[in-house]
C-alpha cells in the first residue's frame, strides 16, 4: 500500500513559480512511475507530467511542456513538480499519483487509470 500527500499549492500571479511536493509511504514507493494531474471543476482530470521508477524517463504534457519539470528523490521517498512560467489556465487541483504500468512507456504514463494511488490533491491558483 502507498500513501501519497501533496503539498506546495497556493495563490501565484502570471508568471510566478510553484513547487509541488507529493511524499509517498510505502515500502514499493521507489518501483512506481509518478504522475501529476491536474482537473478543474466540469473537466476531466488531465495528464501533466510523469517520470518512471528510474527517473530517466519523463513525460510531460504539451501544455506544460518547457515550463514544468518533474523530478523525484528516493531517499526522501518524495516526487516534485517545479512549476515556472506559471499561466492562469494553470489554475487546478494538483494530484499526485503512482502506479506500476505507468513506468511502460508513455501511453501508460499519461493514462490516469493506469494509476494504483492517489493523494488528495493540493490547489494552484494563477491569477492574472
Known amino acids: 500500500q502507498v500513501q501519497l500527500v501533496e503539498s506546495g499549492g497556493g495563490l501565484v500571479q502570471a508568471g510566478g513559480s510553484l513547487r509541488l511536493s507529493c511524499v509517498a509511504s510505502?515500502?514499493?514507493?521507489?518501483?512506481?512511475?509518478m504522475g501529476w494531474f491536474r482537473q478543474v471543476p466540469g473537466k476531466e482530470r488531465e495528464f501533466v507530467a510523469a517520470?518512471?521508477?528510474?527517473?530517466?524517463?519523463?513525460y510531460y504534457s504539451d501544455s506544460v511542456k518547457g515550463r514544468f519539470t518533474i523530478s523525484r528523490d528516493k531517499a526522501k521517498n518524495t516526487v516534485y513538480l517545479q512549476m515556472n512560467s506559471m499561466m492562469p489556465e494553470d489554475t487546478a487541483v494538483y494530484y499526485c499519483?503512482?502506479?506500476?504500468?505507468?513506468?511502460?512507456?508513455?501511453?501508460?504514463?499519461?493514462?490516469?487509470?493506469?494509476?494504483?494511488?492517489w493523494g488528495q490533491g493540493t490547489q494552484v491558483t494563477v491569477s492574472s
Open positions: 499519483a503512482a502506479g506500476d504500468s505507468p513506468n511502460y512507456g508513455m501511453d501508460n504514463a499519461v493514462n490516469s487509470r493506469k494509476y494504483d494511488y
Open positions: 510505502g515500502r514499493t514507493f521507489n518501483t512506481y512511475a
Open positions: 517520470i518512471s521508477w528510474s527517473g530517466t524517463s519523463t
